[in-house]
């Protein structure tokens, strides 16, 4: 087959998180606006430096819920229920009454973090998780929402020392790996990224966003066969998704099974009408048969979305001409 544009559509995953307080802090989170929509973040906060925010010891000095009362658990509990559904208020207030009851539960002054960072006050949120920290420094999730805090600063170097501290302390943190690999992989640094997305896929082999991560990763390091795989598994799970279709057409396209591609570039072209790139690939492999009308025709509906994408206007010249010499 002769060589031929193939379009990469390769998108770049956001670093997004659940936004339950048991689960840790979503990116852009500190744009999260509060109940008065005024974000408290500090200069001083935002330029902290990494140093005072983590532990200078290795000695654990708080309790956890196993050495409390239930009582104090209780408001913990409930807390961190509201805060689950949104009642932020609830759950400042419950944690609070845990906290002062009992000022070295650990889980609370972490849990009391995630409610700020969720109403915009990140500088109160920082000094949760910092004493989070001097309580517990071997507690993993801490870490991670420093670290996500640091990439929202784009201060992606210390987020990404922060989440090998993560998966240091729990090597299975999805959350961070997952982390890890996008920024991995938005470095170039694809073996690294892969790495990642193989230690989340270890735990959860159902999740299409790290199928579809691994799949792009693979075709970047001309592992076609592996890209297939990826791409496949990722679309028996999620049929809905035109971007895993789009790929797996690529995936396709590139080992020369032009009508598995085909199949695959009209199902995301049914599943995302507007993006154009199927059509283009669909009137390359149009072209390269010698099906100018049909060819014509698929040039000529990315040309009715994006006048201006001069590739498949050159394209549809072509093929224009090649119909006319018939």
């Not at 670290?147 to 784009?154: C, G, H, L, R, T």
Request: glycine letters at 6%.
């Amino acid at each position: 087959m002769k060589s031929r544009r193939i379009i990469l559509f390769l998108y770049l995953l956001m670093i997004t998180t659940a936004v339950s307080l048991s689960t840790g802090c979503r990116k852009n989170s500190n744009k999260t606006s509060s109940s008065n929509n005024t974000v408290k973040l500090s200069e001083s906060t935002k330029t902290i430096p990494l140093e005072q925010l983590l532990p200078k010891t290795t000695k654990v000095t708080g309790k956890n819920k196993n050495q409390l009362s239930g009582k104090v658990v209780n408001d913990y509990m409930y807390g961190t229920i509201a805060g689950q559904y949104g009642k932020l208020d609830v759950c400042e207030k419950n944690i609070l009454l845990a906290l002062r009851a009992e000022p070295l539960f650990v889980d609370a002054h972490h849990n009391l973090g995630l409610c700020y960072y969720k109403q915009g006050r990140i500088n109160e949120a920082i000094k949760e998780w910092k004493r989070t920290l001097e309580l517990d420094p071997n507690y993993a999730e801490t870490y991670y929402n420093l670290a996500i805090f640091m990439m929202d600063m784009n201060r992606d170097d210390e987020g990404i020392e922060l989440l090998n501290k993560c998966i240091q302390l729990q090597p299975f943190h999805m959350k961070a790996r997952y982390a890890l690999g996008n920024l991995c992989k938005q470095k170039g640094m694809n073996k690294q990224a892969i790495l990642h997305f193989k230690a989340y896929e270890s735990k959860d082999k159902g999740d299409p966003r790290v199928l579809i991560a691994l799949g792009e990763l693979y075709l970047l390091e001309g592992q076609d066969d592996n890209s297939l795989k990826a791409f496949e598994a990722a679309a028996r799970i999620d049929k809905e998704n035109g971007k895993v279709f789009f790929q797996l057409g690529v995936a396709y396209h590139k080992r020369g099974l032009l009508d598995n591609a085909i199949v695959n570039y009209k199902r995301a072209s049914e599943l995302m009408p507007n993006f154009v790139d199927p059509y283009i690939n669909l009137g390359d492999i149009y072209a390269s048969r010698g099906e100018y009308a049909s060819s014509l025709a698929s040039y000529n509906a990315a040309l009715a979305m994006d006048p201006s994408n001069s590739y498949a206007l050159r394209k549809s010249k072509a093929v224009e001409a090649k119909l006319l010499e018939k």
